[in-house]
């Protein structure tokens, strides 16, 4: 039988800093999906996160489009992790070892947040990456997430499109200086 899939709490806390400010109808809705930002489990059904995810996604601008907010939401999950202390532990490794190593290291890195995200990369040329990974809900998040990502580790202008999308997998071109 295969291990639930779930998202540790560094994920949950990163979600608390992104819905932040948080009002009294949003902490409702965060609490009927059960999750309790003063006393967080070690880790919630994938389910649950979506839900969060879609939650945040709610309260931004009504005026970008579906994919720009997944967009937003991707660049702001890379913000707030590295204020987890899981998050400056990644982070602070991903700046020795550079842009490359960062990506050859992705499912490591996603395994931190999740025990269920995979990735794959193939190198086109220098500072020319195509990672492929399991996970193709919200995929417009990775583009603005991998974008900041890279650029903790070191990368400059980077630019990432999502070049390859399937029922179970999303295809990503990471392109940098």
Request: no cysteine; aromatic share 10%; hydrophobic share 40%.
């Amino acid at each position: 039988m295969a291990e639930p899939r779930v998202a540790f709490s560094s994920l949950m806390q990163s979600l608390e800093k992104i819905l932040r400010p948080i009002d009294a109808p949003t902490m409702e809705r965060v609490r009927a999906l059960g999750i309790d930002f003063d006393k967080l489990l070690p880790a919630y059904p994938v389910e649950t996160w979506y839900a969060g995810v879609e939650l945040a996604m709610s309260r931004f601008d009504p005026s970008l489009t579906p994919e720009q907010k997944q967009n937003h939401f991707g660049v702001r999950l890379v913000e707030v992790y590295g204020d987890t202390l899981v998050g400056k532990a990644m982070y602070a490794m991903m700046r020795i070892i550079g842009p490359e190593r960062s990506i050859q290291r992705a499912t490591r890195s996603f395994r931190t947040a999740t025990n269920f995200l995979d990735t794959s990369y193939v190198v086109h040329g220098p500072r020319d990456w195509e990672l492929t990974m399991n996970e193709v809900v919200f995929p417009h998040r990775y583009p603005g997430f991998f974008e900041k990502a890279l650029s903790v580790a070191g990368a400059k202008n980077v630019k990432v499109e999502l070049t390859g999308l399937t029922n179970t997998h999303a295809t990503y071109r990471s392109r940098w200086d």
